[in-house]
């Protein structure tokens, strides 16, 4: 177990390596109907005394337990962000790469809003988690045209680009 003193918390590599998989395990934890998100305004907003203490000063520095599923989880957390989503995106965009199932997050992405609310952090984060798989989330054409509508410039990234000749190969 972890060694805690006031508010600051000593793991070693093995703790950490057993502990945090399943804490961003719990997929249930961060979804949108879930108790965590159903206290009133987004995550970030009610738990920031938790979250970004526990990320800042917690979360192991040392990138060799990054895994599919904590990226997941994370990719999970910053859409249930809301207003916060780009300051959610940019505390864990180091931890994130491409997700096997992206469907879930893109539409989450879309549902919220946060294509066209922040539309450079939505095609940063799609740019992330989606991989040249053989399958492409539905509705990634329809966060795509939102997040051009928001921001007509974005039709020049190349981010967008290679999206946009994704869905389409895809027939999305």
Not at 27 to 49: E, L, Y
Not at 85 to 104: C, K, N, R
Request: charged share 20%.
């Amino acid at each position: 177990m972890p060694t805690c003193g006031g508010a600051r918390c000593v793991f070693n590599q093995d703790t950490t390596a057993k502990l945090y998989p399943q804490l961003l395990g719990q997929k249930s934890a961060i979804r949108p109907g879930s108790i965590f998100n159903r206290q009133g305004g987004s995550v970030f907003n009610q738990r920031q005394h938790r979250i970004q203490p526990f990320w800042q000063h917690v979360w192991p520095k040392f990138r060799d337990l990054a895994s599919p599923s904590i990226a997941e989880s994370l990719v999970r957390l910053s859409t249930a962000a809301g207003s916060e989503f780009p300051v959610a995106l940019t505390a864990v965009q180091d931890w994130l790469h491409s997700i096997e199932h992206p469907h879930y997050v893109v539409r989450r992405l879309l549902e919220s809003k946060l294509c066209s609310r922040f539309p450079l952090d939505a095609l940063r984060l799609l740019n992330v988690i989606i991989d040249d798989l053989p399958w492409a989330p539905r509705e990634l054409g329809q966060c795509l045209d939102a997040i051009v509508q928001a921001t007509p410039d974005l039709t020049q990234d190349a981010r967008y680009h290679r999206l946009f000749e994704y869905s389409r190969r895809r027939g999305v």
